[in-house]
């Protein structure tokens, strides 16, 4: 079975200052696709950035970027330059190529202090 | 324009009623889905419909019943509800059932089972 662990259940980070969240997953699959997505406090669950496991070349979306190691099966979520509006839930999800749903990890919390 | 709307937003009842949640999504996609956040955040996949066919069937209980009159919509059913189904409920819509098709969320349905 696929499991997605974050090892980090709450993170901070100074307003400006950069902040990596952890992710790691396990799978037989070569092929699959990695999700970050984001929970405000208004419950809604946004897209953040994702990642083809094909794909050699990091992600970035604006200030958000991936460090996805195939091999070591870690996906990092690196915020740059933070801001109060970034504090929310975020959750990495995995989804293989054989299938539609979404695998969830346990998420982390971020707080951004001013 | 709501792309992923559900209703309610908030539900309160007791244990033993019967309870429906309704989604709609309309952004024309095919594939619609059923997560259930639980207490501890934890998000995990209920059911998914392609086309108005049950895809996924998680291990649900069956007191619950998904029902999908068209592709726009698809709505939760639950019996007998009990404590343990106090959680928020997300429905989610992809355009297919491709693992690259980004699935949008609608903005969770809060219940509490007293």
């Known amino acids: 079975a696929q499991t997605v662990t974050q090892s980090q259940p709450e993170m901070s980070v100074q307003e400006a200052e950069t902040v990596t969240l952890s992710c790691t997953y396990d799978t037989s699959e070569s092929d699959y696709y990695l999700f970050w997505y984001k929970q405000p406090p208004s419950r809604q669950m946004i897209l953040v950035i994702r990642?083809?496991?094909?794909?050699?070349q990091n992600a970035t979306e604006n200030r958000f970027s991936v460090n996805f190691q195939k091999a070591a099966k870690s996906f990092s979520l690196k915020i740059s330059d933070s801001q109060l509006g970034d504090a929310a839930m975020y959750f990495c999800?995995?989804?293989?190529?054989?299938?539609?749903?979404?695998?969830f990890g346990e998420g982390t919390q971020l707080t951004v202090n001013p | 324009d709501t792309a992923v709307s559900q209703t309610p937003k908030y539900l309160v009842t007791q244990m033993g009623n019967d309870k429906s949640i309704k989604c709609e999504q309309n952004l024309g996609h095919d594939t619609m889905y059923w997560y259930k956040q639980d207490s501890k955040k934890f998000l995990k996949i209920m059911f998914s419909y392609n086309n108005k066919e049950l895809i996924i069937n998680e291990t649900v209980p069956n007191r619950f019943s998904p029902k999908s009159p068209d592709k726009a919509h698809l709505n939760l059913h639950i019996n007998s509800l009990e404590l343990g189904d106090s959680a928020v409920y997300f429905c989610?819509?992809?355009?297919?059932?491709?693992?690259?098709?980004?699935?949008?969320f609608g903005p969770g349905t809060r219940l509490t089972v007293l």
């Open positions: 989610a819509s992809s355009l297919r059932m491709a693992p690259a098709d980004t699935q949008y």
């Open positions: 999800a995995y989804k293989v190529t054989s299938g539609s749903r979404l695998t």
């Open positions: 990642q083809e496991a094909y794909k050699q």
